[in-house]
């Protein structure tokens, strides 16, 4: 993949921790809970930027699976899979378990619009974001982070599948709730 040159070298990351994403420049770590009030106004929150956002896990303990979850509808449809589905695609000992991009659109919106997007689907409302709902149907789902990182315009997709690829070859799977590479 071509990325900027000053971009650090993805298959150096090792672990996908907090420590190692921040210094590869992720910032936030909030709790989906919080990000109404996270708008960026020149104050560290959410930026209206392009770039690249994760959802991270803290919990080391086994994850409980919900039959039913948090999420809402989107095009009029509930996201909840089997149990089964959900096991098969976790991958253990990683805190990383969504990798998405927010590119920045006709009005705006860029990073916040996307990773609110998201916020409300695990709100139970009505949704436009499809991408890792599996999320949802983790009992925990409410004690998850966001975090984000700025990109320049138009590389945002393409920071997004090489973190999915650097993920995959260290872990063996892709992220539990991101569906392609």
């Avoid at 994850?63 to 253990?92: C, D, M, Y």
């Avoid at 998850?144 to 090489?162: D, Y």
């Avoid at 070859?169 to 892709?174: A, M, W």
Wanted: aromatic share 12%.
């Amino acid at each position: 993949m071509n990325l900027d040159r000053s971009e650090p070298c993805l298959a150096k990351l090792k672990t996908f921790n907090f420590l190692e994403l921040s210094g590869y420049g992720f910032r936030g770590f909030i709790p989906f809970d919080s990000i109404r009030q996270q708008r960026a106004h020149n104050d560290g929150g959410i930026p209206q930027s392009p770039g690249v956002y994760l959802v991270m896990r803290i919990s080391p303990d086994a994850p409980r699976f919900l039959a039913k979850g948090f999420g809402g509808t989107h095009k009029a449809q509930k996201a909840n899979v089997p149990i089964s589905i959900l096991e098969a695609k976790w991958v253990p000992d990683a805190s990383v378990l969504y990798f998405g991009k927010a590119s920045q659109r006709k009005f705006g919106g860029g990073l916040w619009d996307r990773v609110n997007e998201y916020a409300v689907a695990g709100r139970g409302q009505k949704h436009g974001h499809r991408g890792g709902e599996h999320i949802w149907q983790l009992a925990d789902a409410k004690d998850l982070l966001v975090a984000w990182k700025v990109t320049p315009g138009g590389t945002e997709q393409q920071l997004e599948g090489s973190l999915i690829e650097a993920f995959e070859e260290h872990y063996g799977k892709i992220p539990f709730a991101n569906r392609k590479r």
